[in-house]
């Protein structure tokens, strides 16, 4: 019987994973419209601008953010097998811990020079559209590691809580 505690942990974690799979819709139909817009601009009208180059340019870091999010929401993220293969099972879940809790903190390394990176860009005057500030479509470097930690954290909690074969995956759709 699972507690109702790693049901709710993984009901967050499905509800974040939600989210960025929305986000991830709707920043490929944009990039797909910008795409749309800059042809039909370039060849209907024999115009084009610099903006929805650089705005394409920062969708696809939205993009590659949100999804490696996503796949460690569902523990989809890249992962090397070979301690699966060698250690004996009792040796492998806390392997599986050792390797989340080094992955959350290179994570929150990352986060943490993401979050200078982006003070340093806000000294920058450039513009994404009109008066939007460019340094915006850059905070998705310290948000999507702190959501990757986000969901490094709750996979932890889920497997302390949850039941003890280590190769089951808790990929966060508990729906």
């Not at 910008?34 to 060849?43: G, K, N, S």
């Not at 959350?104 to 990352?110: D, Q």
């Not at 986060?111 to 005057?125: D, M, N, R, V």
């Not at 889920?158 to 089951?168: A, C, F, K, V």
Request: hydrophobic share 50%; proline share 3%; charged share 15%.
């Amino acid at each position: 019987m699972e507690s109702p505690f790693r049901n709710y942990l993984q009901r967050i974690n499905t509800f974040l994973g939600k989210i960025e799979t929305g986000l991830l819709c709707l920043i490929v139909a944009m990039m797909i419209g910008l795409a749309v817009l800059e042809i039909v601009l370039r060849y209907g009208f024999k115009m084009s601008s610099l903006w929805k180059h650089i705005m394409l340019q920062n969708l696809t870091l939205w993009l590659c953010f949100l999804g490696a999010a996503l796949a460690s929401a569902e523990r989809r993220h890249i992962s090397i097998d070979v301690l699966s293969r060698i250690l004996p099972k009792n040796a492998l879940r806390y392997s599986t811990y050792i390797i989340d809790v080094l992955s959350l903190i290179v994570v929150s390394i990352l986060a943490y020079f993401g979050f200078g990176f982006l003070i340093e860009e806000q000294k920058s005057p450039a513009t994404l559209i009109g008066s939007v500030p460019l340094w915006w479509a850059k905070t998705i470097i310290p948000i999507g590691f702190v959501l990757i930690g986000i969901h490094l954290v709750l996979q932890i909690c889920i497997r302390l809580t949850g039941h003890e074969n280590p190769q089951d995956d808790d990929r966060g759709e508990s729906d």
